[in-house]
């Protein structure tokens, strides 16, 4: 079965820092892209970045370019999102989020197939 | 960045009735889209992907058409497990945007 469990959330300052981890367990955690997608309260998912199986592409969302970092560590299984120049806007509940497989896109791609339970950051005065 | 735009943001609708939910995007994407239902306190579920396949288990009832930046999810007949929100998204190797949702709501 397939499992993802996210860490790392909290309440930070406007300006902070927060690293979130998600560890991955019951799939073959190397095969597969990976993504964060976070939800503010009353409003819909929004895709943060994206990581491609090997790890060599990642993308972002223009909203956090440059302030955040996705990287994956395959041989513990672990995704992980650094998230720097933290804004209010920022506040939402973190979703780690699983690719499907490749035969549904030929290749890595960013559609989501299994989400973990999310952690939830608040950037707040 | 491609924009996802929906419509209509809510409807309501009677079990039984066909609901049909569109989804424009900014730029060309061929046929890079998905659809997503939702319940409240859950994640988003995988219905439809590649704008018209169903994915495993998703019932025969959900439609999707659509290429280039006009597509459309059709219920042919909504059951009352149907609620919730629905999202599009458009999705490649450097992006996974979606849409702002649909919410349905059962008469």
């Known amino acids: 079965e397939v499992q993802l469990l996210e860490s790392g959330g909290g309440l930070v300052k406007p300006g902070g820092s927060l690293r979130l981890s998600c560890a991955a367990s019951?799939?073959?955690?190397?095969?597969?892209?990976m993504s964060w997608v976070r939800q503010a309260p009353g409003k819909g998912p929004e895709w943060v970045s994206g990581?491609?199986?090997?790890?060599?592409?990642?993308s972002y969302v223009d909203s956090v370019k440059g302030r955040f970092t996705i990287s994956r560590d395959n041989s513990r299984n672990t995704l992980y999102l650094q998230m720097s120049s933290l804004r209010v806007e920022d506040t939402a509940a973190y979703y780690c989020?699983?690719?499907?497989?490749?035969?549904?896109?030929?290749?890595?791609?960013?559609?989501?197939?299994?989400w973990g339970q999310g952690t939830l950051v608040t950037v707040s005065a | 960045d491609i924009q996802m735009t929906q419509s209509p943001s809510t409807l309501s609708a009677s079990v039984g009735d066909r609901v049909t939910i569109t989804c424009r995007a900014s730029h060309n994407i061929y046929r890079w889209l998905a659809w997503y239902q939702q319940k409240p306190g859950k994640a988003p579920k995988l219905l439809i992907y590649k704008a018209s396949t169903l994915d495993r288990g998703v019932p025969s009832r959900f439609s999707g058409s659509g290429s280039g930046t006009d597509f459309a999810l059709t219920i042919s007949s909504l059951q009352p497990d149907d609620f919730g929100t629905f999202f599009c998204q458009h999705y490649n190797t450097y992006s996974g945007t979606l849409g702002q949702g649909t919410k349905v709501e059962i008469k």
């Open positions: 989020v699983k690719a499907a497989p490749w035969s549904y896109c030929g290749g890595d791609c960013y559609l989501f197939h299994n």
């Open positions: 990581i491609s199986a090997s790890g060599g592409g990642t």
């Open positions: 019951g799939f073959t955690f190397s095969s597969y892209a």
